[in-house]
């Protein structure tokens, strides 16, 4: 495997060899199939990023859609984990709530903005009730289908012993689903991220997303990029965070990535001690029958 400063030099190196191509194009103003005549350049967004970096408006829309999508994304892991064990544990509970979750999850959530409107009494209720739609399904839908697949034999091991349903919940699927359900946490995220940038636009008064339509309804493109740059990086941010949070819960899981150096000394591992020595192993003749 690469060391990681190899790695790191390489991310690095996409992202400028990506700016770089976004300048030349946009200096050449390349016009063939794709037009590039009056899209701006990689040059003109780092100035006007800049300039922005130090404006109070800036840092108010940063903070507002922060503090929507933490907030919905908080209330979709809580209710999303905790609907979605109910489901699948519970026969009752997926009899009263699995057809309503299973008709409701393929409304887009962005097309509950009208909803949204007539049932909250501010905007800023709205679009958090919008980025937590958005993010329950994935973490219901990978907590339900993770408890589910867990092996019967961890539950039945823990109830031979003498522990209760309670004890089967804590000790064995809750941690046993944790995998899937940070597979769904981190899917969720992501599409929080959509939802909340696109009803900021339709419906919000302050946020990355309500500045960028602004921006675009003026013809400053610039600035819309500056926007769309600034929900590109607080999408990686978030979401890296939940990784990382994920590989700390997870930490007991066996991991499968391996080195060369560890691939080699399995290797060597498996010659044995005659390996080592220079020796070929005896090997036993069987004896053919006739």
Not at 27 to 43: E, G, I
Not at 209 to 219: K, L, M, P
């Amino acid at each position: 495997m690469r060391r990681p400063w190899a790695r790191y030099t390489l991310r690095a190196g996409s992202l400028l060899a990506a700016l770089g191509l976004w300048q030349l194009l946009t200096a050449l103003d390349v016009n063939l199939w794709l037009r590039f005549a009056q899209f701006p350049s990689a040059t003109d967004v780092v100035r006007e990023f800049a300039d922005r970096l130090g404006t109070g408006a800036y840092w108010q829309d940063l903070t507002d859609s922060l503090s929507r999508i933490l907030t919905g994304f908080a209330l979709a892991a809580v209710l999303g984990v905790s609907v979605g064990t109910a489901i699948a544990r519970s026969p009752l509970v997926s009899d009263l709530l699995g057809p309503v979750l299973e008709v409701c999850r393929p409304i887009p959530a962005i097309a509950l903005v009208p909803v949204a409107i007539l049932m909250f009494p501010s905007n800023e209720q709205g679009i958090v009730f919008i980025t937590f739609t958005a993010a329950f399904f994935p973490v219901m839908v990978s907590t339900r289908h993770a408890v589910r697949a867990l092996a019967p034999v961890w539950e039945e091991a823990v109830l031979t012993m003498g522990g209760g349903r309670g004890r089967v919940l804590v000790s064995v699927v809750l941690p046993g689903a944790l995998p899937g359900i940070l597979g769904g946490l981190s899917v969720g995220i992501g599409v929080s991220w959509i939802c909340v940038i696109s009803a900021e636009m339709i419906s919000g008064a302050y946020g990355v997303g309500y500045r960028t339509w602004q921006d675009y309804t003026i013809v400053d493109y610039p600035g819309v990029f500056v926007g769309m740059t600034t929900i590109g990086v607080l999408g990686w941010l978030t979401s890296t965070a939940v990784e990382l949070a994920g590989r700390r819960l997870t930490q007991w899981l066996p991991r499968t990535e391996t080195t060369g150096r560890a691939a080699t000394t399995g290797r060597t591992a498996t010659t044995g001690r005659s390996g080592a020595t220079g020796r070929s192993a005896p090997v036993r003749k069987e004896a053919v029958a006739p």
